[in-house]
């Protein structure tokens, strides 16, 4: 029933590794977002994808690679993550001719 | 590029009374939409109201309402009748009717006293 659905929930990892979360949204959208909430809250974007195509792609270090193997699915994969990449990523989809975004229940990431 | 301001940081209000939370924002387009979403604990992202701007009539939702002033790039939200469940941070945003990206504001953290 989850209309945007991100695994996993929390995630634990060492400094190096190379992790990835996966975003799924079962509302029909054409539109998905990555983004990033920092330790004072404050919600960046970090990528965009219509229909497939990257069309947002933010200052964001080229570690953070994304990729939508079909319009209902955008995963995040991070490679030799950072103390500082710690923070909750949101996945969040939305159409087109609609307005407003619906969000996953974000992935916090920490780094040990 | 267009940006949004939530001058309160906190806020908080006693239960059963009323807050309103204040954003501004700048753009130099006349077609867009605004939206409050409030972040529990649970940190999910629920959208609370949505206004578009080519709407003179501001949106309302049971306890929840909008002052829309577009000449002064205003959009503030008012809580009535507040409850214990409203406690939560509460972002701003924007969208360009065109755009692809949410714009979000800082957010404001809302205390509700009982």
């Known amino acids: 029933d989850t209309a945007v659905s991100q695994t996993p929930k929390y995630l634990v990892t060492q400094m190096g590794n190379d992790k990835s979360i996966k975003c799924e949204q079962n509302?029909?959208?054409?539109?998905m977002y990555w983004y990033k909430q920092d330790s004072k809250k404050f919600l960046k974007i970090m990528f965009s994808y219509n229909n497939k195509e990257l069309i947002i792609n933010e200052t964001v270090p080229n570690r953070f690679s994304p990729k939508s193997p079909d319009k209902a699915h955008l995963n995040l994969h991070i490679n030799s993550l950072e103390l500082g990449d710690s923070a909750v990523y949101f996945c969040a989809s939305s159409q087109t001719s609609n307005t407003e975004a619906f969000f996953g229940q974000g992935t916090r990431l920490t780094v040990v | 590029a267009q940006t949004v301001t939530q001058s309160q940081p906190e806020m908080s209000v006693q239960e059963a009374e009323t807050v309103t939370l204040s954003c501004t924002y700048d753009t130099s387009e006349s077609d867009y939409y605004l939206f409050w979403y409030k972040q529990p604990p649970s940190r999910q992202m629920i959208l609370v109201i949505r206004?578009?701007?080519?709407?003179?009539q501001n949106a309302t939702e049971n306890r929840f309402s909008v002052n829309f002033q577009k000449a002064a790039k205003s959009f503030s939200l008012k809580i009535s009748d507040s409850q214990l469940g409203d406690a939560a941070m509460y972002f701003c945003?924007?969208?360009?009717?065109?755009?692809?990206?949410?714009?979000f504001g800082p957010g404001t953290r809302l205390s509700v006293l009982p």
């Open positions: 509302l029909g959208h054409d539109t």
């Open positions: 945003a924007y969208r360009s009717r065109l755009g692809q990206n949410f714009v």
């Open positions: 206004q578009e701007a080519y709407k003179q």
